[in-house]
């Protein structure tokens, strides 16, 4: 027997409902396998809404979502949470670069687009420190007044075609110590003045895959405690 008009109106909406809801739950992402200097390995997934940065050895995650953008940073291991208003105010890494360079922090270092070029397969953007930064350093450090650990020239990697929300750039900016870009970051090198060579971030892997809303839950029952660094 045939269902009625009114019967199939019904089942015809029910699936195209359930189809509507299956699409917003997901979305289009990427993950990323990346290393940091500081921070060891960790895998970064990011979408248009959301951004989250999970520590492979030591258990940390922080997680930003929209329309808020509030940064939770969290230790699975230690049940420790803590929390930031916004990604300007997250502390990141706080002052664990300063010995490396010389307290001088990396997000305002000056870069300009040098190129493009390919790293393990992702299309990337090349920028580096623009030539008048280069000599300042050069001379400042011929003056004494510039600590050898100070950055000379820099070199930095980003996604060709990954474009990210600037509160999600900012989180990954803070995260790994590196400049502030719209892209996503892949790899940042400096020379610093006294000629050493310091890579302080390396992406291996970036591939697209989907997220859903469940991939940025913020767990409940932690501990609060007031700093990044008290995590572990």
């Known amino acids: 027997m045939q269902p009625s008009p009114k019967i199939s109106f019904v089942l015809s909406l029910l699936a195209c409902l359930t189809l509507n809801a299956s699409k917003a739950q997901a979305d289009d992402g990427y993950c990323s396998y990346q290393t940091s200097s500081t921070m060891g390995d960790q895998d970064t997934y990011v979408t248009n ?103 000379q020239s820099a070199q930095m990697l980003v996604a060709e075609k990954v474009i990210l929300p600037v509160e999600a750039a900012t989180v990954l900016s803070k995260f790994y110590g590196v400049p502030l870009q719209r892209a996503m970051p892949l790899q940042f090198k400096y020379i610093s003045c006294r000629g050493d060579l310091n890579t302080i971030l390396l992406t291996s892997e970036l591939k697209p895959t989907k997220l859903v809303a469940a991939d940025f839950e913020i767990p409940k029952g932690y501990k609060t405690v007031t700093d990044f660094t008290k995590l572990e």
């Open 49 to 151: 809404s959301a951004v989250k940065i999970v520590g492979r050895s030591h258990g940390t995650v922080v997680v930003a979502t929209a329309p808020t953008w509030k940064v939770f940073a969290f230790n699975n291991r230690t049940k420790r949470i803590c929390s930031f208003s916004s990604p300007r105010t997250f502390t990141g890494i706080g002052n664990s670069l300063a010995t490396v360079t010389g307290g001088v922090t990396l997000y305002n270092i000056p870069l300009k687009q040098t190129g493009k070029t390919v790293l393990h397969g992702i299309s990337s953007i090349e920028l580096q420190t623009p030539k008048s930064f280069v000599d300042k350093q050069i001379k400042d450090k011929e003056h004494e007044s510039a600590d050898p650990r100070f950055v």
